[in-house]
Protein backbone atom coordinates (compact mmCIF):
# COMPACT_ATOMS: atom_id res chain seq x y z
CA UNK A 1 0.00 0.00 0.00
CA UNK A 2 1.50 3.11 -0.99
CA UNK A 3 0.68 5.61 2.34
CA UNK A 4 1.56 8.92 0.77
CA UNK A 5 -0.93 11.31 -0.97
CA UNK A 6 -1.35 12.47 -3.80
CA UNK A 7 -1.73 16.19 -4.48
CA UNK A 8 -5.63 15.92 -5.09
CA UNK A 9 -5.91 13.66 -2.34
CA UNK A 10 -4.34 15.79 -0.05
CA UNK A 11 -6.46 19.05 -1.87
CA UNK A 12 -9.51 17.50 -0.39
CA UNK A 13 -8.88 16.46 2.60
CA UNK A 14 -7.62 20.08 3.43
CA UNK A 15 -10.60 21.72 1.80
CA UNK A 16 -12.44 19.40 4.44
CA UNK A 17 -11.05 20.11 6.87
CA UNK A 18 -10.84 23.98 6.55
CA UNK A 19 -15.21 23.80 5.75
CA UNK A 20 -15.52 21.39 8.92
CA UNK A 21 -13.40 23.57 11.40
CA UNK A 22 -14.84 27.45 10.40
CA UNK A 23 -18.30 26.38 9.39
CA UNK A 24 -19.29 22.76 10.68
CA UNK A 25 -17.93 22.49 14.20
CA UNK A 26 -18.63 26.62 15.90
CA UNK A 27 -22.37 24.76 15.16
CA UNK A 28 -21.96 21.37 16.17
CA UNK A 29 -23.30 21.45 20.03
CA UNK A 30 -26.13 23.86 18.59
CA UNK A 31 -27.58 21.33 16.27
CA UNK A 32 -27.21 18.56 18.48
CA UNK A 33 -29.28 20.19 21.40
CA UNK A 34 -32.02 21.43 18.87
CA UNK A 35 -31.70 18.40 16.19
CA UNK A 36 -32.08 20.86 13.71
CA UNK A 37 -31.42 19.61 10.19
CA UNK A 38 -28.51 21.36 8.87
CA UNK A 39 -29.49 22.31 5.46
CA UNK A 40 -27.67 25.46 4.51
CA UNK A 41 -24.89 23.57 5.77
CA UNK A 42 -25.20 20.78 3.61
CA UNK A 43 -25.77 22.55 0.34
CA UNK A 44 -22.36 24.66 0.84
CA UNK A 45 -20.85 21.04 0.84
CA UNK A 46 -22.73 20.27 -2.37
CA UNK A 47 -21.18 23.27 -3.74
CA UNK A 48 -17.60 22.14 -3.14
CA UNK A 49 -17.84 19.23 -4.18
CA UNK A 50 -18.17 17.37 -0.75
CA UNK A 51 -21.53 15.47 -1.13
CA UNK A 52 -20.03 13.33 -4.32
CA UNK A 53 -16.43 13.22 -4.26
CA UNK A 54 -16.41 9.94 -6.36
CA UNK A 55 -19.22 11.39 -9.29
CA UNK A 56 -17.29 11.94 -12.25
CA UNK A 57 -17.16 15.26 -13.27
CA UNK A 58 -19.67 14.56 -16.12
CA UNK A 59 -22.57 14.57 -13.57
CA UNK A 60 -21.46 17.38 -11.60
CA UNK A 61 -18.99 15.39 -9.34
CA UNK A 62 -15.22 15.76 -9.02
CA UNK A 63 -14.43 12.79 -9.88
CA UNK A 64 -12.04 11.93 -6.98
CA UNK A 65 -11.03 8.60 -5.84
CA UNK A 66 -12.61 6.51 -2.51
CA UNK A 67 -9.46 7.43 -0.58
CA UNK A 68 -10.17 11.36 -1.17
CA UNK A 69 -13.60 10.50 -0.15
CA UNK A 70 -12.49 8.81 3.45
CA UNK A 71 -10.10 11.55 4.07
CA UNK A 72 -12.64 14.34 3.69
CA UNK A 73 -15.42 12.54 5.92
CA UNK A 74 -13.08 11.96 8.34
CA UNK A 75 -12.80 15.84 8.67
CA UNK A 76 -16.17 16.39 8.70
CA UNK A 77 -17.30 13.72 11.72
CA UNK A 78 -14.43 15.56 13.61
CA UNK A 79 -16.31 18.07 13.82
CA UNK A 80 -20.08 16.42 13.72
CA UNK A 81 -20.83 13.15 13.20
CA UNK A 82 -24.51 14.05 12.01
CA UNK A 83 -23.58 16.33 9.21
CA UNK A 84 -21.24 13.48 8.09
CA UNK A 85 -23.70 10.61 8.12
CA UNK A 86 -25.68 13.04 5.28
CA UNK A 87 -22.43 13.58 3.61
CA UNK A 88 -22.28 9.78 3.76
CA UNK A 89 -25.66 8.91 2.43
CA UNK A 90 -25.42 11.10 -0.73
CA UNK A 91 -21.74 9.87 -1.38
CA UNK A 92 -22.30 6.33 -1.40
CA UNK A 93 -25.72 5.33 -0.70
CA UNK A 94 -27.70 7.55 -3.50
CA UNK A 95 -25.16 8.54 -5.96
CA UNK A 96 -23.23 5.15 -5.67
CA UNK A 97 -26.18 3.32 -7.15
CA UNK A 98 -27.27 6.10 -9.73
CA UNK A 99 -23.28 6.08 -11.06
CA UNK A 100 -23.23 2.24 -11.57
CA UNK A 101 -26.66 1.01 -12.61
CA UNK A 102 -28.57 4.54 -13.91
CA UNK A 103 -29.73 4.97 -17.27
CA UNK A 104 -28.40 8.51 -19.01
CA UNK A 105 -31.62 10.12 -18.04
CA UNK A 106 -32.04 8.82 -14.51
CA UNK A 107 -28.66 10.54 -14.35
CA UNK A 108 -29.58 13.48 -15.38
CA UNK A 109 -33.48 13.51 -13.46
CA UNK A 110 -31.55 12.30 -9.99
CA UNK A 111 -28.10 11.80 -9.97
CA UNK A 112 -26.53 15.63 -10.92
CA UNK A 113 -28.70 17.83 -8.98
CA UNK A 114 -28.53 15.26 -5.86
CA UNK A 115 -24.26 16.28 -6.32
CA UNK A 116 -24.92 19.75 -5.06
CA UNK A 117 -27.92 18.71 -2.93
CA UNK A 118 -30.47 20.41 -4.77
CA UNK A 119 -32.02 16.81 -4.81
CA UNK A 120 -31.94 15.09 -1.50
CA UNK A 121 -31.63 11.75 -1.81
CA UNK A 122 -32.36 8.79 0.75
CA UNK A 123 -31.60 5.02 0.74
CA UNK A 124 -34.56 3.00 1.59
CA UNK A 125 -33.89 -0.64 2.31
CA UNK A 126 -34.57 -1.59 6.16
CA UNK A 127 -37.73 -2.29 7.15
CA UNK A 128 -39.55 -3.29 10.52
CA UNK A 129 -38.61 -6.74 10.02
CA UNK A 130 -35.93 -6.68 7.64
CA UNK A 131 -32.41 -5.02 9.35
CA UNK A 132 -29.66 -7.11 9.46
CA UNK A 133 -31.60 -9.67 7.39
CA UNK A 134 -31.78 -7.14 4.42
CA UNK A 135 -32.90 -9.87 2.18
CA UNK A 136 -36.97 -10.07 4.21
CA UNK A 137 -38.12 -7.24 2.38
CA UNK A 138 -41.98 -7.37 2.81
CA UNK A 139 -42.68 -3.63 1.07
CA UNK A 140 -44.20 -4.72 -2.44
CA UNK A 141 -44.38 -3.85 -5.95
CA UNK A 142 -46.76 -5.56 -8.53
CA UNK A 143 -46.47 -4.92 -12.23
CA UNK A 144 -49.74 -2.94 -13.70
CA UNK A 145 -48.76 -2.08 -17.57
CA UNK A 146 -46.01 0.77 -17.16
CA UNK A 147 -46.41 0.85 -13.97
CA UNK A 148 -45.34 -0.95 -10.43
CA UNK A 149 -47.92 -0.55 -7.51
CA UNK A 150 -45.85 -0.06 -4.37
CA UNK A 151 -47.22 -0.90 -0.72
CA UNK A 152 -45.15 -0.87 2.24
CA UNK A 153 -43.30 0.72 5.34
CA UNK A 154 -39.74 1.14 5.97
CA UNK A 155 -37.93 1.82 8.99
CA UNK A 156 -34.67 4.24 10.37
CA UNK A 157 -34.28 5.57 7.13
CA UNK A 158 -31.77 8.79 7.13
CA UNK A 159 -33.08 12.06 4.96
CA UNK A 160 -36.53 10.06 4.56
CA UNK A 161 -38.33 13.21 5.84
CA UNK A 162 -37.04 15.75 3.50
CA UNK A 163 -35.97 13.20 0.53
CA UNK A 164 -37.05 14.28 -2.81
CA UNK A 165 -36.27 10.71 -4.04
CA UNK A 166 -35.55 7.34 -2.64
CA UNK A 167 -33.41 4.50 -3.69
CA UNK A 168 -35.97 1.97 -3.11
CA UNK A 169 -36.06 -1.70 -2.24
CA UNK A 170 -39.52 -3.40 -3.17
CA UNK A 171 -40.41 -7.56 -3.76
CA UNK A 172 -41.45 -7.86 -7.12
CA UNK A 173 -41.74 -11.76 -7.00
CA UNK A 174 -42.96 -13.17 -3.50
CA UNK A 175 -41.47 -16.69 -4.71
CA UNK A 176 -38.04 -15.91 -5.31
CA UNK A 177 -36.30 -14.86 -1.94
CA UNK A 178 -33.30 -12.31 -2.21
CA UNK A 179 -33.74 -13.02 -6.29
CA UNK A 180 -37.14 -11.11 -6.18
CA UNK A 181 -36.05 -7.87 -4.79
CA UNK A 182 -36.25 -4.66 -7.14
CA UNK A 183 -34.84 -1.28 -6.59
CA UNK A 184 -37.00 1.69 -7.41
CA UNK A 185 -35.97 5.30 -7.98
CA UNK A 186 -38.96 7.15 -6.38
CA UNK A 187 -40.56 10.40 -6.25
CA UNK A 188 -41.71 11.56 -3.03
CA UNK A 189 -44.21 13.81 -4.15
CA UNK A 190 -46.24 10.14 -5.33
CA UNK A 191 -49.54 10.21 -4.11
CA UNK A 192 -50.07 7.36 -1.13
CA UNK A 193 -46.30 7.98 0.34
CA UNK A 194 -46.03 9.66 3.99
CA UNK A 195 -42.98 10.47 5.98
CA UNK A 196 -43.26 9.97 9.56
CA UNK A 197 -42.06 12.25 12.11
CA UNK A 198 -38.56 12.78 12.96
CA UNK A 199 -36.96 10.05 15.69
CA UNK A 200 -35.60 10.84 18.77
CA UNK A 201 -32.03 9.45 18.62
CA UNK A 202 -29.40 8.71 21.17
CA UNK A 203 -26.79 10.10 18.91
CA UNK A 204 -26.22 12.17 15.24
CA UNK A 205 -29.18 13.90 16.54
CA UNK A 206 -29.30 16.49 13.37
CA UNK A 207 -29.66 14.18 10.84
CA UNK A 208 -33.31 13.32 9.97
CA UNK A 209 -34.51 9.52 10.30
CA UNK A 210 -37.61 8.63 9.86
CA UNK A 211 -40.13 5.56 9.01
CA UNK A 212 -41.98 5.62 5.26
CA UNK A 213 -45.28 4.48 4.17
CA UNK A 214 -46.40 3.55 1.07
CA UNK A 215 -49.96 3.17 0.15
CA UNK A 216 -51.00 1.95 -3.53
CA UNK A 217 -47.92 4.24 -5.11
CA UNK A 218 -47.80 4.18 -8.46
CA UNK A 219 -44.40 3.97 -9.90
CA UNK A 220 -43.47 4.46 -13.78
CA UNK A 221 -41.69 1.52 -15.08
CA UNK A 222 -38.88 3.74 -16.17
CA UNK A 223 -37.74 4.54 -12.94
CA UNK A 224 -36.72 1.19 -12.68
CA UNK A 225 -32.80 0.89 -11.60
CA UNK A 226 -30.85 -2.00 -13.42
CA UNK A 227 -33.27 -5.18 -14.29
CA UNK A 228 -35.67 -6.37 -12.24
CA UNK A 229 -34.80 -8.99 -9.21
CA UNK A 230 -31.47 -6.98 -9.25
CA UNK A 231 -32.14 -5.03 -6.42
CA UNK A 232 -30.51 -7.06 -3.62
CA UNK A 233 -27.23 -7.01 -5.64
CA UNK A 234 -27.16 -3.57 -5.77
CA UNK A 235 -28.27 -3.06 -2.44
CA UNK A 236 -25.32 -5.13 -1.33
CA UNK A 237 -22.93 -3.27 -3.56
CA UNK A 238 -23.90 -0.39 -2.29
CA UNK A 239 -23.41 -1.56 1.16
CA UNK A 240 -19.99 -2.98 0.43
CA UNK A 241 -19.02 0.93 -0.71
CA UNK A 242 -20.80 2.31 1.88
CA UNK A 243 -19.11 0.52 5.21
CA UNK A 244 -15.90 2.43 3.92
CA UNK A 245 -17.64 5.84 4.75
CA UNK A 246 -19.27 4.42 8.11
CA UNK A 247 -15.93 3.49 8.95
CA UNK A 248 -13.74 7.09 8.30
CA UNK A 249 -16.64 8.39 10.30
CA UNK A 250 -16.24 6.44 13.06
CA UNK A 251 -12.15 7.14 12.63
CA UNK A 252 -13.55 10.74 13.08
CA UNK A 253 -15.22 10.74 16.00
CA UNK A 254 -12.44 8.51 17.58
CA UNK A 255 -10.24 11.20 16.67
CA UNK A 256 -11.82 14.39 18.02
CA UNK A 257 -12.46 12.45 21.09
CA UNK A 258 -8.73 11.90 21.18
CA UNK A 259 -7.89 15.62 20.71
CA UNK A 260 -10.24 16.71 22.96
CA UNK A 261 -8.44 14.58 25.77
CA UNK A 262 -4.82 15.48 25.02
CA UNK A 263 -5.79 18.94 25.20
CA UNK A 264 -7.83 18.50 28.15
CA UNK A 265 -4.85 16.21 30.26
CA UNK A 266 -2.53 18.76 29.77
CA UNK A 267 -4.64 21.92 31.17
CA UNK A 268 -6.65 19.81 34.19
CA UNK A 269 -4.57 19.65 37.03
CA UNK A 270 -4.71 17.35 39.63
CA UNK A 271 -2.29 16.55 42.77
CA UNK A 272 -0.37 19.71 42.30
CA UNK A 273 0.58 18.92 37.98
CA UNK A 274 -1.24 18.46 34.95
CA UNK A 275 -2.96 14.69 34.72
CA UNK A 276 -1.20 14.45 31.36
CA UNK A 277 1.90 13.68 33.81
CA UNK A 278 -0.03 10.84 35.24
CA UNK A 279 1.02 7.43 33.60
CA UNK A 280 -2.62 5.76 34.15
CA UNK A 281 -3.83 8.59 31.60
CA UNK A 282 -0.48 8.83 29.72
CA UNK A 283 -1.64 4.30 29.28
CA UNK A 284 -5.18 5.49 28.19
CA UNK A 285 -3.71 8.55 25.72
CA UNK A 286 -1.32 6.16 24.15
CA UNK A 287 -3.96 3.15 23.84
CA UNK A 288 -6.80 5.62 21.66
CA UNK A 289 -3.53 6.81 19.53
CA UNK A 290 -2.74 2.67 18.69
CA UNK A 291 -6.25 2.22 18.14
CA UNK A 292 -7.14 5.45 16.14
CA UNK A 293 -4.13 4.76 13.35
CA UNK A 294 -5.13 1.21 12.75
CA UNK A 295 -8.44 1.70 12.15
CA UNK A 296 -7.41 4.77 9.76
CA UNK A 297 -5.03 2.69 8.29
CA UNK A 298 -7.58 -0.41 7.36
CA UNK A 299 -10.12 2.80 6.29
CA UNK A 300 -7.51 3.50 3.67
CA UNK A 301 -6.74 0.20 2.63
CA UNK A 302 -10.00 -0.54 1.65
CA UNK A 303 -10.67 2.64 -0.02
CA UNK A 304 -7.40 1.65 -2.27
CA UNK A 305 -8.78 -1.99 -3.02
CA UNK A 306 -11.95 -0.24 -4.11
CA UNK A 307 -9.78 2.14 -6.22
CA UNK A 308 -7.76 -0.43 -7.95
CA UNK A 309 -11.18 -2.37 -9.05
CA UNK A 310 -9.89 -5.11 -6.65
CA UNK A 311 -12.02 -6.93 -4.01
CA UNK A 312 -12.75 -5.01 -1.41
CA UNK A 313 -15.87 -6.08 0.48
CA UNK A 314 -14.13 -8.07 3.23
CA UNK A 315 -11.21 -5.34 3.78
CA UNK A 316 -14.84 -2.84 3.99
CA UNK A 317 -16.13 -5.17 6.30
CA UNK A 318 -13.10 -5.01 8.49
CA UNK A 319 -12.71 -1.09 8.48
CA UNK A 320 -16.25 -0.77 9.71
CA UNK A 321 -15.90 -3.16 11.87
CA UNK A 322 -12.76 -2.16 13.91
CA UNK A 323 -13.37 1.28 13.31
CA UNK A 324 -16.77 1.51 14.77
CA UNK A 325 -15.67 -0.35 17.86
CA UNK A 326 -12.54 1.77 18.15
CA UNK A 327 -14.88 4.53 18.36
CA UNK A 328 -16.41 3.30 20.78
CA UNK A 329 -13.65 2.26 23.10
CA UNK A 330 -11.72 6.14 22.54
CA UNK A 331 -14.98 7.67 23.41
CA UNK A 332 -15.18 5.67 26.79
CA UNK A 333 -11.59 6.60 27.86
CA UNK A 334 -12.06 10.41 26.45
CA UNK A 335 -15.23 10.44 29.07
CA UNK A 336 -12.97 8.83 31.56
CA UNK A 337 -9.73 11.28 31.09
CA UNK A 338 -12.62 14.09 31.69
CA UNK A 339 -13.79 12.32 34.88
CA UNK A 340 -17.17 14.12 35.44
CA UNK A 341 -16.50 16.40 33.12
CA UNK A 342 -16.69 14.33 30.69
CA UNK A 343 -20.25 13.83 31.85
CA UNK A 344 -21.43 16.94 31.38
CA UNK A 345 -22.60 18.94 27.79
CA UNK A 346 -20.16 21.40 28.60
CA UNK A 347 -17.27 19.48 27.12
CA UNK A 348 -17.96 18.14 23.46
CA UNK A 349 -16.82 14.00 24.43
CA UNK A 350 -20.62 13.18 25.94
CA UNK A 351 -21.83 13.85 22.60
CA UNK A 352 -18.96 12.06 20.73
CA UNK A 353 -19.41 9.26 23.12
CA UNK A 354 -23.29 8.94 21.90
CA UNK A 355 -22.32 9.59 17.76
CA UNK A 356 -20.24 6.67 17.91
CA UNK A 357 -22.39 4.03 18.82
CA UNK A 358 -24.43 4.08 15.60
CA UNK A 359 -21.57 3.13 13.68
CA UNK A 360 -21.84 -0.04 15.52
CA UNK A 361 -25.61 -0.64 14.33
CA UNK A 362 -25.78 1.09 11.03
CA UNK A 363 -25.08 -0.41 7.28
CA UNK A 364 -24.63 -3.57 9.22
CA UNK A 365 -23.85 -4.57 13.03
CA UNK A 366 -20.47 -5.36 13.96
CA UNK A 367 -22.24 -9.30 14.02
CA UNK A 368 -22.77 -8.88 10.53
CA UNK A 369 -19.57 -7.92 9.79
CA UNK A 370 -18.09 -10.71 11.07
CA UNK A 371 -20.21 -13.25 8.95
CA UNK A 372 -19.53 -11.36 6.41
CA UNK A 373 -15.39 -11.27 7.27
CA UNK A 374 -15.76 -15.40 8.22
CA UNK A 375 -17.60 -16.08 5.22
CA UNK A 376 -14.49 -14.79 2.55
CA UNK A 377 -12.27 -16.31 5.10
CA UNK A 378 -13.74 -19.78 4.95
CA UNK A 379 -14.43 -18.94 1.47
CA UNK A 380 -10.67 -19.39 0.66
CA UNK A 381 -8.73 -22.58 -0.53
CA UNK A 382 -6.69 -23.93 2.03
CA UNK A 383 -2.98 -24.02 1.77
Same mark, same amino acid.
Given at each position: ?D??L???Q??I?????????E? %??????H?????E?????LK??G?????AI????????????? !??Y? +????????? #?????T?M???????????????????????????????? %????????????S???N????A !?RQ??????N??K?? %???GG?A????L?????P???H???S??I?D??I?G???G?????????????????? $?NCRVP??N??? $??G?G????M??L??G?I? %???????I?Q?????????????LQ???????????????? #????R??A?? +??? +????????????Y?????????????????VTT????????????? #????????? #????T??Y?G???V???V?A?H? +??R? $??
Amino acid at each position: MDFELTQEQRMIRDTAREFASEV %IAPRAAHLDETEEYPMEILKQMGQLGLMAISVPEEYGGIGADT !VSYA +LALEEVCKA #DAAVGTMMSVNNSLVCQGLVKWGTPGQKEKYLRPATTFQK %IGAYALSEPQAGSDAANQRTMA !VRQDNYYVVNGAKNF %ITNGGVADFLILFVRTDPQAEHRGISCLIFDTSIPGFSAGPPERKLGIRASNTCALAF $ENCRVPLENRLS $EEGEGFKIAMHILNAGRIG %IAAQAVGIAQAAFEASVKYAKERLQFGVPIARHQAVQMMLA #DMAVRIQAAR +LLT +LHAAQLKDRDQPYAQAASMAKLYASETAMQVTTKAIQVHGGYGYMK #DYPVERYFR #DAKITEIYEGTSEVQRMVIAQHL +LKRP $EH
